[in-house]
Every structure is written in C-alpha cells, then in structure tokens.
C-alpha cells in the first residue's frame, strides 16, 4: 500500500473554492478509481486557507493512474492548482494498523 499525505497551503479566502473543487473531484476521480483505497481531505477549523490530503492507494500504479485521470487533470491539476500557494506532498509508509 502507498500512503500519500499533502498539507497544502491555499491563496488566502479561497478556502470554499477550494472545497468545492474537491467536492466535485471525489466521485468523479477518487470515487470511481479501483486502486484508490481511501481519498479524505480535512479542515482544520483553527487554520483557515489550508487543507490536508490523506490518500491511500494500492500501489504506485493506482497513484499514477489517479493522478493521469482526465478528472485529475481538469479539476486537481487545474482548478485546484490555481487556488494553492504550494504543493506538498510527502510519502509514508505504515508501520502499525491496529
């Protein structure tokens, strides 16, 4: 499994804007992806402009195959993209599931 996470930092008061592009991205990408095991995205209430990715994938295949999607590229790799100050992503590996 890969575990991908990316705290991404968006243009100040594009918070709503930002949601609803990944609102609209889930069941288009995410929702309709075989090795996509989970897509989550939180707010954290005490700091607005930002967003956390949380995605598990099967292997690198499945994230390349997200990432390749025409869903991906519209709307995360174009909308998206126009809304953030940077992107960050960052590679876990697990070490305990309980």
Known sequence: MLAKVFPIPLQPGRQ???EAVVRRFAP???GVEDG???FRVYRDP???DFLLFVEHF???AAYDAHTGSAAYQE???GEFADLIL???EIDHELVLEH
């Open 16 to 18: 709503a804007e930002a």
């Open 28 to 30: 288009s990408g995410p």
């Open 36 to 38: 996509t095991l989970s």
């Open 46 to 48: 005490a700091r607005p």
């Open 58 to 60: 099967a292997d690198q």
């Open 75 to 77: 709307l995360i790799a």
């Open 86 to 88: 940077e992107f960050v």
